[in-house]
T-cell receptor, first 116, second 113 residues
Framework: NAGVMQNPRHLVRRRGQEARLRCSPMKGHSHVYWYRQLPEEGLKFMVYLQKENIIDESGMPKERFSAEFPKEGPSILRIQQVVRGDSAAYFC??????????????FGPGTRLTVT | KQEVTQIPAALSVPEGENLVLNCSFTDSAIYNLQWFRQDPGKGLTSLLLIQSSQREQTSGRLNASLDKSSGRSTLYIAASQPGDSATYLCAADIITGYSTLTFGKGTMLLVSP
């Protein structure tokens, strides 16, 4: 039973380019969360999605960042016109549900984005 | 706004010692508290989840406790081993109707042989 998959594992972009990060949740999980870990900082919540719906994007920067979780396929975190400050590890997590033990989140290996 | 603090930031112990990692949170209205392990350059591995109605959870040499009234959780590691060396993160899941975790900055543990 594969865990949460993220790709690419490492991504290098020049300033101004676009970055697309993909996340496939665990089998049977329909709740997806994105977190960002900046150097020397803790993980910060960005966005929570269910299939075809953004439930909470309160942690996502208002500009340049967007997320989706289509009916078919992986969840995508998209960063337009990247800047050096976007360099970080981006983690995706999934859960079976939102109550009790079903709310336990399982994390992927992360995508390490470097902006040059 | 929920804030999670972990003390100490770093800990170095010889193999075989029992140790305690501390986590405190400002908003006691939490739903769950989760402890994770993160190895350098890797993702997070869930260790233990304590639901708000529970006081502790155990898995092997790990025991996590939760005291909502005082806003504290502890992770106890018995008979530490070099393979336990990693960063340990606690995360509080506030009551919103769905699950978004607020993380502490972690405790970096080094167990020397």
């Amino acid at each position: 039973n594969a865990g949460v998959m993220q790709n690419p594992r490492h991504l290098v972009r020049r300033r101004g380019q676009e970055a697309r990060l993909r996340c496939s949740p665990m089998k049977g999980h329909s709740h997806v969360y994105w977190y960002r870990q900046l150097p020397e900082e803790g993980l910060k919540f960005m966005v929570y999605l269910q299939k075809e719906n953004i439930i909470d994007e309160s942690g996502m920067p208002k500009e340049r960042f967007s997320a989706e979780f289509p009916k078919e396929g992986p969840s995508i975190l998209r960063i337009q016109q990247v800047v050096r400050g976007d360099s970080a590890a981006y983690f995706c997590a999934s859960s079976l549900g939102t109550s009790g033990r079903a709310s336990e989140q399982y994390f992927g290996p992360g995508t390490r984005l470097t902006v040059t | 706004k929920q804030e999670v603090t972990q003390i100490p930031a770093a800990l170095s112990v010889p193999e075989g010692e029992n140790l305690v990692l501390n986590c405190s949170f400002t908003d006691s209205a939490i739903y769950n508290l989760q402890w994770f392990r993160q190895d350098p350059g890797k993702g997070l591995t869930s260790l233990l989840l304590i639901q708000s109605s529970q006081r502790e959870q155990t898995s092997g040499r790990l025991n996590a406790s939760l005291d909502k009234s005082s806003g504290r959780s502890t992770l106890y590691i018995a008979a530490s081993q070099p393979g336990d060396s990693a960063t340990y993160l606690c995360a509080a899941d506030i009551i919103t109707g769905y699950s978004t975790l607020t993380f502490g900055k972690g405790t970096m543990l080094l167990v020397s042989p």
